[in-house]
């Protein structure tokens, strides 16, 4: 299978994994903010609403970024972002008297998971330069004056 089916592939298993951690998430306000204002099935359709745009957006975002189409990888950013900070704009602006630490936990994760996905974006920017310079480094074998006949 060919670049485009791994792309797929990983793709694939990134929303599942996004999907997964919305529902966490979704458990988490259920059991935690339910008493503060924050509605638990409002924001599990929230999170899993943006869920899908965001994995989605991201991993085009990494492939822009790895194939070296920037401007194109800017293009995807911007709904990746969106879609990344909406469930915790609804629960930050939905919740009425929320526990203090409850902005420590959100302000963490998201600043935790935004770090990890700027080391991946990185990481794919590192692989596809050491793979360029490795093609650029490859030898090639010098031409030197052709051999005379009888001499």
Known sequence: ???????????????????GWSLVRSAAVRQWLADHGV???RYLLVDLSSSVPYA????????ALYDGRRRAALGW??????AF???DV???????????????????VASIS???????GRASLEQR????????????????PSPRAGG
């Open 77 to 82: 950013a911007v709904p990746t972002v969106l």
């Open 39 to 41: 509605d638990p099935l």
């Open 114 to 120: 935004a770090t990890l996905a700027v080391r991946a």
């Open 90 to 108: 609804y629960l930050l602006s939905s919740g009425r008297a929320l526990p203090w630490p409850t902005y420590l936990v959100v302000l963490t």
């Open 85 to 87: 900070v909406t469930p």
């Open 1 to 19: 299978m060919g670049s485009s089916g791994r792309r797929a592939r990983l793709t694939l298993l990134w929303l599942v994994a996004v999907v």
């Open 56 to 63: 989605l957006c991201s991993a085009h975002l990494l492939g």
């Open 129 to 144: 330069r050491r793979a360029e310079l490795e093609l650029a480094t490859v030898a090639v074998p010098a031409r030197g």
